[in-house]
Nanobody, 133 residues
Framework: QVQLVESGGGLVHAGDSLRLSCAASGRDLGATCRAF????MGWFLRALRKALDIVTA????????YYSDYVKGRFTISRDNVKNTVYLQMSSLKPEDTAVYYC???????????????????WGQGTQVTVSS
């Protein structure tokens, strides 16, 4: 099992920046073949009364990333495989970015990027980001 815990959400003003973190832990991460560095990660959001939507994704090594058109140029995903953590740096925030943000993980040794919620096996509980105008 892998547990994911997001943090860093909050209330900010339009134009502000925010960094979300997602820390991974769990028994499975102790095995070499299942270390955090072997997991592809993604960030999703769910705005009020809307479906879960991809924000960004990153492969196991951090070498390839994917961004939805909506956040491209404003958000940056990164990971620290020593700290078992993935980050979402958000800048130039807009009120439309208001949502609960979730991180997700799946075991993947390749360079494929996963942009669908059903590609992932593990999910965090989410962190609320609210952007006021």
């Amino acid at each position: 099992q892998v547990q994911l815990v997001e943090s860093g959400g909050g209330l900010v003003h339009a134009g502000d920046s925010l960094r979300l973190s997602c820390a991974a832990s769990g028994r499975d991460l102790g095995a070499t073949c299942r270390a955090f560095s072997n997991y592809a990660m993604g960030w999703f959001l769910r705005a009020l009364r809307k479906a879960l939507d991809i924000v960004t994704a990153i492969i196991y090594s951090g070498g390839f990333t994917y961004y939805s058109d909506y956040v491209k140029g404003r958000f940056t995903i990164s990971r620290d495989n020593v700290k078992n953590t993935v980050y979402l740096q958000m800048s130039s925030l807009k009120p439309e970015d208001t949502a609960v943000y979730y991180c997700a993980a799946r075991l993947s040794f390749g360079t494929a990027l996963f942009d669908s919620w059903d590609d992932y096996d593990y999910w965090g509980q989410g962190t609320q980001v609210t952007v006021s105008s």
